[in-house]
């Protein structure tokens, strides 16, 4: 503008200014005819003139295989899990579907600031005191017993920095602490297992009375406890029950009284409460042995669907975790051009195996490999993970199934013209549930087996 | 002498305007899904209030672009400055149902004077064609029950870039030629937003075409009569055209099919006879377009037509003859296009009125045209458009070459 109002007569000067009002009555019509090219969607005339270059397709003829896997290990320790579920899980599942599962817990406890006794102070009771964490799994009408040992190492994390449902740490069957047996009543979190150790307590006491060296420094204090093991001491135990892990929640106590106190007084304790959360890991043990995935063990680490009835299964803690390949999807090349729109898995869980247990919703995929490693949560384009949504048929059992978006994996295994056929998923629950819950499913691959249903665009 | 050179600015600037604008679209039609679009006729300014008529009128007020020879008409001493919008509004009906909408644009901005007695000279920028259209459709999905909303649109259009003159042979015989760019791209994509893909063929064209024209005019006492003639020998764009698809969020580009585009052969005939500031004139052009062919099996092409009618009546009274008289124009114009589809010929009829009002003392004027309508058959299953379209022309004149003695 500054170039056009450089006129010096009075005659130039109006010229500029009828430009100017030229440029705002442009501007007018710019603005107005930017507005009009916002096209109404539902303009539809015109239709038969169009000749359409695209076509799109459902394919789900390309194979999906899947095959039961045994993860080597799965970290269970506090540090995987920290997300508000840690917890402490005792007990055993018997199941001929699933097979049998059971846990041990391992924790440590930390250092208290122990008061001054005298002689006058008189030890009545210990016991370690758990509550519920609102965590069950199994049937837990039946009666439960559990037990709890000291280990004779104390428990440290591996190099990797965390402990899994492998890791273990001595200790002796034989020599228990205290055990328990009683009705569990998971739901109930006011409610506490006490686990009487009055022996154990009692040697502790005197200890703290004589303030011996144990019981001087926090060092000294964790050797000699070490650590302690929750065990599930019955083969007849049909549940694994949580307990909150926590130093407010989970604690050996000790009662004591005084001599001169008046009979109505409130017992003195001393609290040894739960410290050192990464150090808390719960050791899973699992039996298969009669069930269609017998043959899954350390060195059988996989399974085809085929040779276990044609259907796979997922079972939290115990790292057992369905898996699924794309064998024949480098046929897609033998067209020129063409793009996978979206890319659905879709499958149904085997009917009948979840009428006790709820389905787990939603289901978590991760990115897998030939030799099986978790290496990490799938996700879609926008970085988010990739989640199951499951449809529940309750009216007739049958349409129940689950669907997964694994477009942006198809669509990234594809990009370079290369469909590696190793690159396999995880089929799992999310990562800290897999670490701390048994969730469990049964895929089907018969009626209906698993399927890839791809939207197929050609043009 | 610098205001060639400011003039010359502002015509720049306002054709990178035109072009920024000529990206989105002009007008839109479903019909311009073919080839490259909808032809826009040549005439400009005033002649949109007579029907488009002006082969045989010379330019007196504004830039008449249909007939090169025309700008002899020019005053010796002004600079006529030119800018012409529009805004239409179209109502699409096919047998069952009705759409509408509204659309409004820069059409053309244009520029002449008179650097010699017998030489004068106009440049400008306006539009050849558009294209634009937006339809959706629901397509099914191959091997499911299902279908999916498809999008198909279309954008943009080929720019006319003018550098015209015209050469007084003789007191009553007037020649010129318009050097014309044509430059422009047409997109044609198809998409769906349900499965984020889009097909894109975007097609860029240019070539130099040249148009002729004559004027010969006969003077009997107060009566003026003019024959003017038209001429263009057609020409053949060039291409270059990119395709491309983006789906899953990545864009590919794809070995692309060429497609040919072909501006036809162009003969019209003007004949006005006037007298005082009254005049009349009519219009005939046919352009060629017979033997070219679109590869759509719908689309068969004819010779296109048009003829038009346009009367232009100065305001009686006090200001008759100064430079406030008020022009008041009438037209109507009924043309052939070049397209049948589906064995239906597609035309067009219209009539228009307006008027050219001085504004803001002498030397300019705003030329208001309202043109009422019809194009295409709702035959076959096609459609008809009505429309509405306000054409708004301001027109500017400055004395840019007149030396003052007081200066």
């Known amino acids: 503008m500054m170039v056009l109002c450089i006129g010096k007569t009075k005659k130039h000067i109006s010229f500029s200014k009828k430009i100017a009002s030229f440029f705002s009555i442009i501007l007018i019509f710019v603005f107005v005819s930017m507005n009009s090219c916002t096209q109404p969607d539902k303009f539809v005339i015109g239709n038969d003139l169009v000749e359409s270059q695209t076509n799109l397709k459902i394919l789900d003829t390309f194979k999906v295989a899947l095959s039961t896997v045994l993860l080597d290990s799965i970290p269970t ?15 055993g599942y018997k199941n001929d579907e699933y097979g049998s599962v059971g846990s041990k817990s391992f924790f440590r406890l930390g250092f208290p600031v122990f008061p001054t006794l005298t002689d006058l102070s008189i030890y009545d009771s210990a016991a370690f005191v758990l509550n519920y964490s609102k965590y069950s799994y199994g049937d837990t009408t039946t009666l439960m017993s559990i037990g709890i040992h000291q280990l004779l190492k104390k428990i440290s994390v591996d190099e990797t920095g965390y402990l899994y449902n492998t890791s273990t740490f001595p200790f002796l069957e034989e020599e228990i602490l205290g055990s328990k047996s009683f009705y569990p009543r998971p739901n109930s979190a006011d409610t506490t297992v006490s686990i009487p150790v009055n022996e154990f307590g009692s040697t502790l006491w005197e200890l703290i009375k004589r303030k011996d060296d144990v019981v001087s420094n926090s060092e000294s204090f964790s050797e000699y ?28 106590t000790l009662y004591y009284h005084s001599q001169n106190d008046l009979p109505d007084a409130s017992e003195s304790v001393i609290k040894i409460r739960f410290s050192y959360p990464n150090d808390q890991f719960n050791n899973v043990q699992y039996d298969l042995s009669n069930t269609v995935f017998s043959e899954l063990n350390a060195t059988n680490k996989e399974i085809p669907a085929s040779a276990t009835g044609n259907r796979a299964l997922l079972q939290g803690m115990a790292g057992i975790i369905p898996k699924v390949t794309f ?27 979840y009428s006790l247990f709820k389905l787990p919703s939603p289901l978590y995929l991760f990115d897998s490999d030939k030799h099986n490693n978790m290496n990490g949560t799938l996700i879609d384009a926008a970085g988010s993970s990739v989640i199951s949504s499951l449809i529940v048929d309750n009216l007739y059992n049958e349409d129940t199934r689950y669907t997964f978006d694994i477009t942006n994996f198809i669509t990234t295994e594809l990009s370079d013209s290369y469909f590696n056929s190793d690159h396999g998923i995880l089929i799992g629950l999310k990562l800290s549930d897999f670490a701390s819950t048994f969730g469990r499913l049964l895929i089907e691959d018969k009626n209906p087996a698993i399927k890839l249903r791809l939207y197929y665009l050609t043009y | 002498m610098y205001t060639p050179v400011k003039s010359f600015y502002l015509v720049i600037l306002f054709s990178i305007l035109l072009c920024i604008n000529a990206t989105a679209q002009l007008t839109s039609s479903p019909y311009s899904i073919f080839g490259m679009g909808t032809i826009e006729e040549n005439g400009l300014g005033e002649s949109k209030a007579m ?31 030119e800018l012409g919008l529009f805004g239409k509004y179209t109502s699409y009906n096919t047998n069952d149902k009705t759409q509408g909408r509204f659309d409004a644009s820069v059409k053309s901005v244009a520029m002449g004077f008179k650097p010699g007695r017998r030489l004068a000279t106009s440049f400008g920028i306006t539009s050849y064609s558009t294209v634009g259209y937006n339809i959706n459709s629901q397509s099914p999905i191959e091997g499911s029950v299902l279908t999916y909303n498809k999008t198909f649109s279309g954008e943009g259009g080929v720019n006319q870039l003018f550098l015209g003159n015209s050469y007084m ?3 009553n015989l007037f020649l010129g030629i318009n050097v014309i760019y044509l430059f422009g791209s047409i997109t044609h994509s198809e998409s769906s937003a349900t499965f984020g893909y889009l097909l894109k063929d975007l097609t860029y064209l240019s070539n130099i ?5 004559l004027n010969y005019q006969i003077i009997n006492k107060e009566w003026r009569y003019n024959i003017g003639l038209i001429y263009n020998n057609g020409k053949t764009l060039s291409t270059r055209d990119v395709s491309t698809i983006t789906a899953n969020n990545s864009v590919e580009t794809l070995t692309s099919t060429t497609h040919t585009y072909k501006i036809p052969k162009d003969y019209g005939i003007g004949l ?20 070219i062919n679109f590869s759509n099996p719908l689309l068969e092409t004819r010779n296109s037509n048009r003829v038009s009618l346009g009367v232009e009546i100065p305001s009686l009274g006090l200001y008759r003859g100064t430079t406030k008289m008020i022009f008041y124009r009438f037209g109507a114009e009924y043309s052939e296009s070049y397209m049948i589809i589906d064995k239906v010929p597609i035309n067009y009829r219209s009539v228009s009125f307006g008027a050219g009002l001085p504004v803001r003392g002498a030397l300019s004027v705003i030329n208001l045209g309202f043109e009422i309508g019809q194009n295409g058959s709702k035959q076959n299953g096609l459609w008809q458009e009505n429309f509405y379209t306000l054409h708004i022309d301001i027109s500017l004149k400055d004395h840019w070459f007149m030396r003052r003695k007081y200066d």
Request: hydrophobic share 40%; glycine share 10%; aromatic share 12%.
């Open chain 2, 209 to 213: 075409n040249l148009n002729y024209g």
């Open chain 1, 327 to 353: 064998p024949t999807m480098q046929s897609l090349f033998d067209e020129n051009r063409f793009k996978i729109l979206k890319a659905e898995l879709v499958f149904a869980p085997v009917k009948g195996s």
């Open chain 2, 169 to 171: 042979v003789t007191k």
């Open chain 2, 272 to 291: 006005a006879v006037e007298k005082d500031f009254f005049k009349v004139g009519i219009d005939y052009e046919l352009k060629r377009w017979k033997n």
């Open chain 1, 77 to 91: 320790s506090g540090a995987v899990v920290s997300s508000g579920t840690a917890k402490i899980l005792v007990g």
């Open chain 1, 225 to 252: 406890l070490k650590g302690f093991v929750l065990t599930s001491e019955s083969s007849s135990n049909n549940a694994i029950i949580g307990f909150n892990a926590d130093s407010n929640r989970l604690s050996l």
């Open chain 2, 51 to 81: 029907g488009g008529t002006g082969i045989a009128f010379m330019s007196e007020h504004s830039v008449n672009f249909l007939n090169p020879a025309s700008y002899a008409g020019f005053d010796s001493l002004a600079t006529v400055f």
